[in-house]
């Protein structure tokens, strides 16, 4: 099992930043991919970035590319989402996630685990 806790969601202005994090406790963490997906109030859940096992491969969704960096620290068990350039369409709960598998994914099903979320909110 891996239990996973995000935090440093909240609100921000439009242009602004956040920066999310993400605490994995519980079987080996480093020998797993990590996500992190959102979902957008009366949407679907839909991936937001990946990064592999090692931190040496990540994947971006085309809506944050270039304003979003996924992280992480294996000796701290933690996976991060610095997010820059906010816009309103980047509101949504983020979810982060954990899957038995060493390759960053873009597809919700491979990840075994999930975190409660954490809402972000842009204002305009």
């Known amino acids: 099992q891996v239990q996973l806790v995000e935090s440093g969601g909240g609100l921000v202005q439009a242009g602004g930043s956040l920066r999310l994090s993400c605490a994995a406790s519980?079987?080996?963490?480093?020998?797993?991919?990590m996500a992190w997906f959102r979902q957008p109030p009366g949407k679907e859940r839909e991936f937001v970035a990946a990064?592999?096992?090692?931190?040496?491969?990540?994947r971006y969704a085309d809506s944050v590319e270039g304003r979003f960096m996924i992280s992480r620290d294996n000796d701290k068990n933690t996976v991060s989402l610095q997010m820059n350039s906010l816009k309103p369409d980047d509101t949504a709960v983020y979810y982060c996630a954990a899957r038995s598998g060493p390759r960053a994914v873009v597809t919700a099903a491979p990840y075994d685990y999930w975190g409660q979320g954490t809402q972000v909110t842009v204002s305009s």
């Open positions: 519980g079987r080996t963490f480093s020998n797993a991919a």
């Open positions: 990064i592999s096992w090692s931190g040496g491969s990540t």
